[in-house]
């Protein structure tokens, strides 16, 4: 099944779980960090992450 999911996910596509949650695709920006130890900026180049969004029944039962 996890192969599954992230063969969709690669292709750009959402997984839903009913019951359990959503599985997607985000964007993050290009962006500039700074080293905490030395404090050189460095550029942080852009990316495809996977998300998840829990369901409702999933919520219900962690709580």
Known sequence: ????ITEALSEG???TLVGFGTFSTANRAARQAKNPQTGAVMEIPAKTVAKFKPGSKLSEAVK
Not at 1 to 4: A, D, E, Y
């Open 1 to 4: 099944m996890l192969m599954s």
């Open 13 to 15: 596509d959402k997984v």
